[in-house]
C-alpha cells in the first residue's frame, strides 16, 4: 500500500476526530409553559440549557470534582485515539522491522481498548432516552383575593445532536474501518 495513501487515510481520521472534540456534541433544553386563568397568554420560559462537546464535557467534569469520570472519558475519546494515529503514523516512517512490528502492535492493541464507539453509542442513547419529553401538570392554586386559580404547566425536554457528534461518529466509524483494512493488506501485525 502506498505510504502518501496511507498517510492521507490516517490524517482523514484525525481530521474527523479534531472536530468530534471540540464542537457541541449534543444539547439539552428544558422549557416551562405556563397557563393561568388570571394571565391572557401562555408564558414560555427556559428553565435550563446546556450545550457540550466532549472537550468542554471533560473540562466541567474536572472542575466538578468528577476526576475518574473525566479522566477516563479523556482517555478513551482523546488520547487513545491522537496516540493510536500518531503511532501509526511513525510505523510508517520506521524502516527497522523490529520497531515497527511493536508499534503496529501496540496500535493493535491500543485499538482494542478504544472506547471511542461505546462512547458514542452511550450519548446516542442518552439523547434518545431525553428527546422531546413532556411533563403536563394541572392544578389549582388558593391566591388570596382573587381565590381559585387553575394552573396548567407543561415542562418540555429537549435535546439534539450536534455536529461535534458526527464527527466523532465518523472518526470512530472511519478509524474501525482504516484498522482493519490495513490489518488485512498486512500492513498490522
Known amino acids: 500500500m502506498n505510504r502518501l495513501l496511507i498517510v492521507l487515510l490516517t490524517m482523514v481520521s484525525f481530521i ?45 467534569l474536572w472542575t466538578s470534582a468528577d476526576y475518574l469520570v473525566s479522566f477516563l472519558i479523556l482517555t478513551f475519546s482523546i488520547i487513545v485515539p491522537v496516540t493510536k494515529g500518531s503511532m501509526l503514523l511513525a510505523s510508517i516512517f520506521v524502516t ?15 485499538g482494542k481498548w478504544s472506547m471511542a464507539d461505546v462512547f458514542v453509542v452511550a450519548v446516542l442513547l442518552a439523547f434518545l432516552a431525553t428527546r422531546d419529553q413532556v411533563q403536563p401538570a394541572l392544578f389549582t392554586a388558593p391566591i388570596p383575593l382573587i381565590g381559585p386559580v387553575e394552573i396548567q404547566m407543561e415542562t418540555h425536554l429537549t435535546s439534539t445532536l450536534g455536529p461535534g457528534f458526527y464527527f466523532f461518529l465518523g472518526y470512530c466509524l472511519f478509524s474501525v474501518l482504516w484498522t482493519q483494512i490495513l490489518k488485512r493488506r498486512g500492513f498490522a501485525a
Open 16 to 60: 474527523l476526530l479534531y472536530p468530534g472534540v471540540t464542537m457541541d456534541i449534543y444539547s439539552v433544553e428544558i422549557t416551562t409553559r405556563v397557563e393561568a386563568s388570571i394571565i391572557p397568554d401562555p408564558v414560555t420560559v427556559t428553565v435550563y440549557q446546556q450545550t457540550r462537546s466532549i472537550l468542554s464535557t471533560v473540562r466541567e
Open 96 to 110: 527497522k522491522a523490529t520497531v515497527k512490528k511493536w508499534l503496529v502492535l501496540i496500535v493493535d492493541l491500543i
